[in-house]
């Protein structure tokens, strides 16, 4: 019903900077709301940020409080991931994900719908 490609991932030197796509196809107009999750080696998918594909609040994780920013092109169907002042331990690979229905929820894997592939973001110290 969504398909969702991540893009713009790779490695950075410590302090640098990254910005990472999510372009959205298919049935996009069932979207309520995006968001970007990270899985780092032996640790569990955690949510990094999450946007209404409307108008509305945006929601950040404290660990990227202040470095991230989620915004969105609405003509080209893609939601974005600006990453500043990244450390070693923003090394994961990121997820977008769509979510078709509202939920309090938003920062669990379980209420998304919809996920990429994946991109691998490496930070060196």
């Known amino acids: 019903q969504v398909q969702l490609v991540e893009s713009g991932g790779g490695l950075v030197q410590a302090g640098g900077s990254l910005r990472l796509s999510c372009a959205a196809s298919?049935?996009?107009?069932?979207?309520?709301?995006m968001g970007w999750f990270r899985q780092a080696p032996g640790k569990e998918r955690e949510f990094v940020a999450v946007m209404s594909w409307g108008d509305g609040p945006t929601y950040y994780a404290d660990s990227v409080k202040g470095r991230f920013t989620i915004s969105r092109d609405y003509a080209k169907n893609t939601v974005y991931l600006q990453m500043n002042s990244l450390k070693p331990e923003d090394t994961a690979v990121y997820y977008c994900?769509?979510?078709?229905?509202?939920?309090?929820?938003?920062?669990?894997?379980?209420?998304?719908?919809?996920w990429g592939q994946g991109t691998q973001v490496t930070v060196s110290s």
């Open positions: 298919g049935r996009t107009f069932s979207i309520y709301a």
């Open positions: 994900a769509a979510k078709t229905g509202y939920s309090s929820d938003y920062t669990r894997t379980r209420t998304y719908d919809y």
